[in-house]
Every structure is written in C-alpha cells, then in structure tokens.
Nanobody, 122 residues
C-alpha cells in the first residue's frame, strides 16, 4: 500500500522554525516529484513548495520564498520542508503529495499524506 506520512508539525512562536518530514512507505520516492501544500481553516489549499525527483529543481510560493527550504533524502525515502521565520499567516495543516512532476495544483497529485498541523502563536 502506497502511503505518505507527514510529521514535525507543532506549536511554535512567531519567528520560530520547524522542519516537516514526508516519509513514504510502500513505494520509493526516487522517481516522484513531491509537493507541499497547506490549508488553513476557511481558506483554499495553497501550494507551498515542490521538489522534482532529481532534487535539483525546486519551486516555492511567493508567500514562503526565502523562508522555507525543501529538500529530499532518497536514501531515507523522505522529503523535508524546513520552515524559518514562521509568521502568523503560516498556520495550517501541511500535506505532502507525490506525482510525476511538480504542479501548483493539488488535483495533479495522485498520492497524499494525512497532514501535520502547524500552529504559530506567542
């Protein structure tokens, strides 16, 4: 069974950092692009970042550019989203998703994790 599972969410103060992980089981991530999406209550799902299978090409939403870094460790079958300088507008449930290529549209992804919640509060 193909599964993605996110971890690393939690409560952090404004300006703080978190690292999210997206671990795959049942398949290898080597050939997949992995996207991170987030959805806050009452808001539409937003594409945050994506990394292609090679790891050499990454994309970021303007809202997180310069603050978030996506990376992958294919040996660990895991993709990471390092988040710095977290802001009050960043809280959401963060999901990772896998597909053959990067897209900012969630509907283009076939495999999704259940999500991990990020809360930013003082």
């Amino acid at each position: 069974q193909l599964q993605l599972v996110e971890s690393g969410g939690g409560l952090v103060q404004p300006g703080g950092s978190l690292r999210l992980s997206c671990a795959a089981s049942g398949f290898t991530l080597d050939y997949y692009a992995i996207g991170w999406f987030r959805q806050a209550p009452g808001k539409e799902r937003e594409g945050v970042s994506c990394i292609r299978s090679s790891g050499r090409i990454t994309n970021y939403a303007d809202s997180v550019k310069g603050r978030f870094t996506i990376s992958r460790d294919n040996a660990k079958n895991t993709v990471y989203l390092q988040m710095y300088s977290l802001k009050p507008q960043d809280p959401a449930v963060y999901h990772c998703a896998a597909d053959w290529g990067c897209s900012k549209y969630g509907s283009d992804y076939n495999y999704w994790g259940p999500g991990t919640r990020v809360t930013v509060s003082s």
